[in-house]
T-cell receptor, first 112, second 112 residues
Framework: GQQLNQSPQSMFIQEGEDVSMNCTSS?????WLWYKQDPGEGPVLLIA?????ELTSNGRLTAQFGITRKDSFLNISASIPSDVGIYFC????????????FGTGTRLTVIP | DTEVTQTPKHLVMGMTNKKSLKCEQH?????MYWYKQKAKKPPELMFV???????INESVPSRFSPECPNSSLLNLHLHALQPEDSALYLC???????????FGQGTRLTVV
């Protein structure tokens, strides 16, 4: 399957700080998605991006679909303790199939 | 109804048992997925059904057998599993092949 590299692998931040993480692929993607997963639960869709250059917000979260269509980033502003979890990028590639590939994940810890 | 429902939530089975995991969605989505997730790893795609037809099988062993009885239901039949098959099994659905996928809460499977 496709390789999606996500960075950083983990982050420890103080409550109130902003967070930025990104995801890169070796090939062009048609869709970029960002998910948050809590332990023992399924991933929850945070933001979906469908066009190159698209910038979309969901509350304190902002994500962008890279112009090259090979990357995406997610920003979280003014972090709070409940932001703790693992954040995954995911995307559909150009094959036209329904493959949805996941990045390696960023584990976020927020220190109160 | 924006939920993907998976049953059971937990399952313990012996290596000689036959069991099934079930997934249901009533969002009218035409693509449904099975993923396997090991601890601290991203979800790995196993199977994709598009319009009730199996469109992708990511080289999954035959001891896992998917079934899509209708557009709302997805099953995963398990037979002669190994202890290394213990994992969180996630079901997801999406409107079509480029839209964001919604996940169920998963079935925590333990093979003893």
């Amino acid at each position: 399957g496709q390789q999606l590299n996500q960075s950083p692998q983990s982050m420890f931040i103080q409550e109130g700080e902003d967070v930025s993480m990104n995801c890169t692929s070796s090939s062009i993607f048609n869709t970029w998605l960002w998910y948050k997963q809590d332990p023992g639960e399924g991933p929850v869709l945070l933001i979906a991006l469908y066009k190159a250059g698209e910038l979309t917000s969901n509350g304190r979260l902002t994500a962008q679909f890279g112009i090259t269509r090979k990357d995406s980033f997610l920003n979280i502003s003014a972090s709070i303790p409940s932001d703790v979890g693992i954040y995954f990028c995911a995307g559909h590639d150009q094959t036209g199939a329904n493959n949805l590939f996941f990045g390696t994940g960023t584990r976020l810890t927020v220190i109160p | 109804d924006t939920e993907v429902t998976q049953t059971p939530k937990h399952l313990v089975m012996g290596m000689t048992n036959k069991k099934s995991l079930k997934c249901e969605q009533h969002m009218g989505h035409r693509a449904m997925y099975w993923y396997k997730q090991k601890a601290k790893k991203p979800p790995e795609l196993m199977f994709v059904y598009s319009y009730e037809k199996l469109s992708i099988n990511e080289s999954v062993p035959s001891r896992f057998s998917p079934e899509c009885p209708n557009s709302s239901l997805l099953n995963l039949h398990l037979h002669a599993l190994q202890p290394e098959d213990s994992a969180l099994y996630l079901c997801a659905s999406s409107q079509d092949k480029i839209m964001g996928a919604f996940f169920g809460q998963g079935t925590r499977l333990t093979v003893v």
